[in-house]
């Protein structure tokens, strides 16, 4: 999935999902791993999925970025490193910006900061072409 179809995912969900956290863990460095294991030797092997922190070889979870406002935050600061930003929210739907880009409306403020986050990314990778 690439940026933009993530962020059309985000501003049209009507919840978080740990699919586009997923999503967005790839984005931002976090390998997905699969492993099949035996717990003996005579059993079948068991398939089993570990996430890798984009910073070194261990296991860890990717972040609730889509549901938790704090690991919203993260990814913001994660991708526009010294930029600003602000969320609100209604009773209907959160609004977020980060930087100088556009605002993004979600169903939650979470899911709108996540959008305005990879908003802002992807405003900052067509700068870089």
């Given at each position: 999935?690439?940026?933009k179809?993530?962020?059309?995912?985000?501003e049209?969900a009507?919840?978080?999902?740990r699919?586009?956290?997923?999503?967005?863990?790839?984005?931002?460095?976090?390998k997905?791993?699969?492993?099949?294991?035996?717990?003996?030797?005579?059993?079948?092997?068991?398939?089993?999925v570990?996430?890798?922190?984009?910073?070194g070889?261990e296991?860890?979870?990717?972040?609730?970025?889509?549901?938790?406002?704090?690991?919203?935050?993260?990814?913001?600061k994660?991708?526009?490193?010294?930029?600003?930003?602000?969320?609100?929210w209604?009773?209907e739907?959160?609004?977020?910006?980060v930087?100088?880009?556009?605002?993004c409306?979600?169903?939650t403020?979470?899911?709108a900061?996540?959008?305005?986050?990879?908003?802002?990314?992807?405003l900052?990778a067509?700068?870089?072409?």
């Amino acid at each position: 999935m690439g940026i933009k179809d993530i962020i059309e995912a985000l501003e049209s969900a009507e919840r978080g999902e740990r699919s586009l956290d997923a999503a967005i863990g790839l984005l931002v460095g976090w390998k997905r791993k699969v492993e099949y294991i035996k717990a003996s030797p005579s059993d079948e092997p068991q398939r089993k999925v570990f996430w890798v922190v984009p910073t070194g070889d261990e296991s860890g979870k990717v972040p609730h970025f889509t549901t938790s406002l704090d690991a919203a935050w993260l990814l913001a600061k994660t991708v526009s490193p010294g930029q600003t930003g602000g969320v609100s929210w209604d009773g209907e739907q959160g609004t977020a910006i980060v930087g100088s880009g556009p605002y993004c409306s979600a169903a939650t403020p979470a899911l709108a900061l996540c959008a305005a986050a990879l908003r802002t990314k992807l405003l900052d990778a067509d700068d870089e072409e």
